[in-house]
Structure formats: structure tokens, C-alpha cells
């Protein structure tokens, strides 16, 4: 993959950014257009001289819109989450300086729009990093405001790194002191960069950071730290595996027992997914952590992207298949968010994998729970395909089937029932006349007389 490509990939992670032409130009060209013994945490963390304040005014909503299970991806507005970059940079260009306004602006436009932020913070700031690291440590680095050259090695100042986040989080968090004027909700969720495995040693030349595996569960614990002192309330996200291969378990083996006393949020990406990967990773994921002792943390995939990038597959409609396999697939397996790059929509022009993703957030989004009340699949070198799928959704006071594959339907679905296909088509019959097939549908029984 080209370099170009990936910019294009991660560009398009925070793409709701360019509706309104909210992404102006973030800041950071300072520099002739250069960006330039661990101790377990304690349980809890209080935040020095601060007592008790109502929260925000629709913080009852947001609580709401938290729940969503999906990211937006167009105009789907049932979907609630979008994962949004910043730099160190990009709030302080001068060391002391500080400048919210553009941050400001993208958390109004994104409250207004009803959406929830995944902050992914990139530790980087030009005049910090020319203090310790080369030239070998630029980077070309996709931002919502466009291309940037970056040095992505790990803060030379820790205690200034450690002051920029405190500022950040608080103007955020909701708690009414120090908060951006017309915050309507807070931002709770801060993932610790991007991809801290993807360090330029392949082909692509791909870095995100270049630094010891050491080098990132230091900048972990003390954005952490930070975090849980300045808003107890928030959810640190761990940097994304970015697929569970061998150069990126080598990053992360010898430091992910010890890294998860400082995330509260497990986090993989797969990219270019297909029919031999519809578990998303989660399996392998799920048994990396559990054989390095990390249980009971929640998964999200914060990156989720079809096929190749910029071409369509031949047959169109084999993704729309995916997309919602894998997705129920994936959560039903324990990932609880999924962030889509929505390559179908910006490069592919495919309405019927945007009709396909409508339907899935609209059925699903704000699901309750999922039981698994049959599912066979068969491993593969890349993860696992789903061959056999039946799902019992709770949403609300409603219960929604989810069935693919070769298999009798479950026994409890009798009587009159709707079935809607993955285009939203739906059709009222008795439930002997469904007819199952690799393409998922979902069902809802009527009366089961």
C-alpha cells in the first residue's frame, strides 16, 4: 500500500469533519510547515480542589448517544461516534501557548450533529521534539486538516506533555470548571495515539511512532495518570493494535500485561477485511490478551475498513454480505464499538453498502444485549469466517433475530413474523417460509400463534 493511500485511509477516520467545512486548517505548521520502577495506579482518583458540580446541561443525552455500538458513516444518523486526531501541536503551537479555537470549533459542530468523540491524542509538538530527536523522526501524518510532517518520538519534556493533556481533558469534561463556553456534553473517551506498533520498518514506510515498546507504556501511564486526575469519569483507550501479526505482537508482547493497569479500553484495527477475517480479529485479539493476563477489558475496533481503499470489488454485493456478517459476528464475539472507514462510500460511490450499513445501525445501534443461540464458524490463517449465524438482539423492549447460513431457524421463531433484508426490504409471512442463505436478514416476530 502506498503511502498515499494510508493518509487516505486514516484521513477519512474523522471525514465528518469536512461536513460544514468544519476542518479548517489545523495549526501546525510552526515550523516552515514541520510539527515539527511502574507502579500500578491506584483504584480511583480524586481531582485536587474540586468539589462536586451538576454536569453539563444534556449530559443525560449524552449518555444516551454513548450507547450507540457504531460510528457515522454519512448521514446515518442512528450511528453516534466519530474517532477525531489532535496533536500536542495543534492546541499549544508555542510551549505555554495555548489555542483551543480550532479544537472548540470541531466540538461544537460535532454536538450539534449529535455525536460522541473518540479523542485520539498524537503526543507531538515540533518545539518539543526538536529538542531530543533527529531527523530521522519525521513522519508524514494524516490530519483532518490535512497532511503534516510529524516527529513521532516520544515527548522530550514528559512534565509539558503531562500539562497540555491536564488542559485539554478539563476544558472537556463537563464538570463546569475550566470548560469550553456552550459545552453541551462531555468527551470522555481519549484513545493514546495511533498505532504505536506501525514504526516505518516495512515496504510502506509507515510510522506513527518511532520509539521502544518501553518508550510507548511510559507515554501510556502518564497520559493515564493524567487523564483519571483531571476527570476521574473518563475512559483511556489503548493505541490500536494494528493487526494481530507477528511484527506488531513483537511491539506489544512485552509490555501489554503491565500497559493494561493504564488503559480502561482494549483496541485492534483489520484492514482490507474479508470473508477470511469476518471475526475482525477479535478472536486472536482476545487470546493475545488473555495469554498476557488481560481480562474483563473491553474490546473496540477503532479502525474497520472492506477491501482494498480506493477500488471496488467486482462483486459489490459480497461486501454488503460482510460487512453486516462481520459485524455481528465481531460483537456478538465481545467488541462492543466499531469505527468503519467508510472507503465504500468516499472512493467506491457503493449506495447498496451504505443502504447495507443504514439498515445493520438502524436495527442494531443501541442494541441491549446479544445472545448466541447458534454459530459455527471455521478458523482461518487470518481469523475466522462465519458460516453459520444465529443471533437473538435485545433493543429496548424488542427483539431483533440476525440469521445467515445453512441451519434450520431456532425453534422459538414461530408464528407471523417481518423479515427485513440487509437493504431494509421487508416482508410480513409465516415464519416456515423464511429461507436462510449466506446473505444475513433480520427477524422480528409479530405473533407467534
Known amino acids: 500500500m502506498r503511502v498515499n493511500v494510508l493518509i487516505a485511509i486514516l484521513a ?12 479548517e486548517k489545523i495549526k501546525e505548521n510552526g515550523t516552515g510547515g514541520k510539527l515539527g520502577e511502574v507502579s500500578t495506579p491506584p483504584d480511583s482518583y480524586e481531582k485536587p480542589g474540586k468539589e462536586k458540580i451538576e454536569k453539563v446541561t444534556a449530559f443525560s443525552n449524552f449518555e444516551t448517544l454513548e450507547k450507540s455500538h457504531f460510528s457515522r458513516v454519512g448521514n446515518v444518523k442512528n450511528a453516534t461516534w466519530v474517532r477525531f486526531w489532535i496533536t500536542w501541536q495543534a492546541i499549544e503551537p508555542e510551549k505555554g501557548k495555548y489555542d483551543f479555537s480550532f479544537m472548540d470549533k470541531v466540538v461544537r459542530h460535532f454536538q450539534d450533529e449529535g455525536i460522541c468523540l473518540l479523542i485520539t491524542i498524537e503526543p507531538f509538538a515540533n518545539w518539543d521534539q526538536d529538542k531530543c530527536h533527529g531527523d530521522e523522526y519525521w513522519s508524514r501524518m494524516p490530519l483532518p486538516g490535512g497532511e503534516a510532517e510529524v516527529k513521532v518520538g516520544k515527548p522530550c519534556n ?101 500497559a493494561a493497569n493504564y488503559f480502561d479500553i482494549a483496541n485492534i484495527h483489520t484492514i482490507d477485511t474479508n470473508e477470511e477475517r469476518e471475526d475482525l480479529y477479535v478472536l486472536k485479539f482476545k487470546r493475545f490478551l488473555e495469554k498476557h493476563g488481560v481480562k474483563n477489558k473491553p474490546i473496540w475496533i477503532t479502525e474497520v475498513q472492506y477491501g482494498s481503499l480506493e477500488e471496488p470489488p467486482e462483486d459489490i454485493s459480497s461486501i454488503d454480505k460482510l460487512l453486516v456478517r462481520s459485524s455481528v459476528f465481531s460483537v456478538a464475539l465481545g467488541a462492543e464499538k466499531l469505527f468503519y472507514i467508510d472507503n465504500w462510500l468516499q472512493y467506491w460511490k457503493s449506495y447498496s453498502t451504505q443502504k447495507a450499513y443504514e439498515t ?19 478458523e482461518t490463517f487470518e481469523g475466522a469466517k462465519a458460516e453459520v449465524g444465529q443471533y437473538k438482539f435485545t433493543v ?36 416456515s417460509e423464511i429461507e436462510l442463505s449466506d446473505s444475513p436478514v433480520y427477524v422480528e416476530v409479530l405473533s407467534s400463534g
Open 360 to 378: 445493520l445501525v438502524n436495527k442494531l445501534s443501541y442494541f441491549d444485549s446479544v445472545e448466541v443461540l447458534r454459530q459455527e464458524y471455521r
Open 158 to 258: 514528559m512534565d509539558a506533555y503531562r500539562e497540555f493533556l491536564r488542559k485539554l481533558v478539563e476544558r472537556y469534561d463537563g464538570d463546569s470548571i475550566d470548560d469550553m463556553p456552550g459545552l453541551k456534553y462531555p468527551i470522555k473517551y481519549w484513545e493514546i495515539m495511533n498505532e504505536p506498533g506501525m514504526q516505518g520498518k516495512d515496504p510502506r514506510d509507515l510510522k506513527f511512532f518511532l520509539g521502544t515498546p518501553q518508550e510507548y507504556l511510559e507515554i501510556l501511564k502518564v497520559s493515564y495518570e493524567t487523564i483519571k486526575e483531571a476527570d476521574p469519569e473518563a475512559k483511556v483507550v489503548m493505541g490500536g493494535m494494528s493487526a494481530v501479526m507477528d511484527k506488531f505482537v513483537e511491539f506489544w508482547e512485552p509490555i501489554i500485561g503491565e
Open 12 to 23: 477519512i477516520l474523522a471525514i465528518t469533519a469536512l461536513i460544514s467545512g468544519c476542518a
Open 396 to 431: 429496548g423492549d424488542k427483539v431483533i433475530y440476525v440469521l445467515w447460513g445453512n441451519a434450520p431457524l431456532p425453534e422459538e421463531i414461530k408464528g407471523k413474523v417481518k423479515v427485513t433484508d440487509i437493504y431494509g426490504n421487508e416482508k410480513v409471512m409465516d415464519a
